[in-house]
């Protein structure tokens, strides 16, 4: 694995924890950090527990804002108004699996 695409991944893991810390609350409308791997970005995006439950139903999904999308280490699962569901490949989905804190 390249150096830029680990740094990707533990970025990307680390807004990860971040946002298990304070898992969104049911029945209304929350806010979780981008878990892009834009080591810039503070982006929040709105979610509801459904849909953050099941950005987190694999390992390798992330959920990132609109136009955050690294197409070198990740595919687009959904796309929404809101926010874009992306599953990581390659290394990037190892390191993914190797830093879930599930």
Known sequence: ???RERRLGEN???WRRVNELAPPDPGVMNTVFCECGRIEC???IPMTAPEYEQA????TTFVV???????EVERVVETTER???VEKV???AAVAVRDDSR
Do not use: N
Not at 65 to 71: D, E, F, S, Y
């Open 83 to 85: 926010y874009v569901l």
């Open 65 to 71: 804002a609109p136009g955050h999308q690294l197409p």
């Open 56 to 59: 987190r139903a694999k390992s």
């Open 42 to 44: 503070d982006m929040r």
């Open 1 to 3: 694995m390249g150096d």
């Open 12 to 14: 990307e893991a680390y």
């Open 90 to 92: 390659g290394e990037a």
